[in-house]
């Protein structure tokens, strides 16, 4: 896919040319914890304890010169997580605070490379 088909989730805009946000999460398997010789049979019976998930907010610059990542979730066992929070409102400041720092950042990157 093309940087130009790819669209804003919130405004529908085509992602700039200079770089996107973005939220990253999923769930991944290190194979090497199998058996070579019995992966199907112990990926039957294993398969969720091997899962590690994943949750990360930044920006990647395009061209890739720089990236600002806040990791959220990392390495969690069996791939699946909840992270509580006891109101939307906890989960708006918790969210802004991850991106009021990630700007911060961002803004230090642009400045580091207006002096190089």
């Known amino acids: 896919m093309r940087l130009s088909d790819i669209r ?8 700039a040319n200079d770089g996107s946000a973005y939220i990253s999460g999923g769930a991944c398997v290190d194979y090497t914890l199998f058996d070579e010789d019995r992966w199907h049979e112990e990926a039957d019976k294993n398969f969720e304890s ?7 907010i930044g920006f990647h610059s395009n061209p890739d010169i720089f990236s600002v990542d806040h990791v959220i979730v990392d390495d969690e066992q069996f791939g699946q997580f909840t992270i509580p929070f006891c ?30």
Request: aromatic share 8%.
């Open 87 to 116: 109101s939307l409102k906890c989960l708006k400041e918790y969210l802004t605070k991850i991106i009021d720092e990630l700007e911060k950042q961002y803004q230090n990157n642009l400045l580091s490379l207006s002096y190089d």
């Open 50 to 56: 091997k899962l590690s998930g994943f949750l990360h």
């Open 8 to 15: 804003c989730v919130n405004c529908g805009n085509v992602l």
